[in-house]
């Protein structure tokens, strides 16, 4: 298996761009979780999904922030306008049904909004 | 979930035993103790989870104290590969949210 799949690598944009991040989860795996990573914050959960169902957004900052899952092995997060707070390296992580809480990680998307 | 805390940084030879420590004091009956690490520039990456009893893979061993108030992650052999940011996190493990703090960094010299 490929693990979880992230597009782009890296992403740079101005401020007031909208911004997408896609992930491909594992096969099978039916959760999924977007993170952020900040020097200042840490690593934290925004959103997560379970059978392609958002369960959880407190963690998404504001209304510029949303997040899909069109079908099992697709979703998406968008950022309209963006900001250059929103700087950030974008993690998402999947989970399968059976998992006591392991998830797999992809390998990030270093957002830079200028 | 119970909160963690783990030292800020540790250093280890490289060919030694790294053990990592953690408290959580305020752990629940029904969550795991589970460790995560992170290497410069990658995501997260799943080590070993425990409730009670001790475990061990291919990575690491995870030791659970009796009371559960603290566990401490070993790395038996530790390599250059093995330095990065170490993630100690208490989780029902049924719930999705993982709740990472700062972690303990591990640097392993020659």
């Known amino acids: 298996d490929a693990g979880v799949i992230q597009s782009p690598r890296h992403e740079v944009t101005e401020m007031g761009q909208e911004v997408t991040l896609r992930c491909k989860p594992i096969?099978?795996?039916?959760?999924l979780f977007w993170y952020r990573q900040t020097m200042m914050r840490g690593l934290e959960l925004l959103i997560y999904?379970?059978?392609?169902?958002?369960?959880?957004d407190s963690g998404m900052p504001e209304d510029r922030f949303s997040a899909k899952m069109p079908n099992a092995s697709f979703s998406t997060l968008k950022i309209q306008p963006s900001e250059p707070r929103d700087s950030a390296v974008y993690f998402c992580?999947?989970?399968?049904?059976?998992?006591?809480?392991?998830?797999?990680f992809g390998p990030g998307t270093r957002l830079t909004v200028l | 979930d119970a909160k963690t805390t783990q030292p800020p940084s540790m250093d280890c030879a490289e060919g030694r035993a790294a053990n990592l420590p953690c408290n959580h004091s305020?752990?629940?009956?029904?969550?795991?103790v589970y460790w995560y690490r992170q290497i410069h520039s990658q995501g997260p990456q799943y080590i070993i989870h425990?409730?009670?009893n001790n475990e061990t893979n291919e990575m690491a061993s995870l030791i659970i104290t009796e009371d559960r108030k603290s566990s401490t992650l070993i790395l038996p052999h530790a390599t250059l590969r093995d330095t990065a940011v170490y993630y100690c996190?208490?989780?029902?493990?049924?719930?999705?949210?993982?709740?990472f703090g700062t972690g303990t960094r591990l640097q392993v010299t020659l």
């Open positions: 999904f379970n059978n392609n169902v958002p369960i959880d």
């Open positions: 425990g409730l009670k």
């Open positions: 996190i208490v989780n029902t493990g049924t719930a999705s949210k993982l709740t």
């Open positions: 305020t752990i629940s009956g029904n969550e795991y």
């Open positions: 096969s099978g795996h039916n959760s």
């Open positions: 992580a999947s989970r399968s049904t059976g998992g006591l809480g392991e998830q797999f």
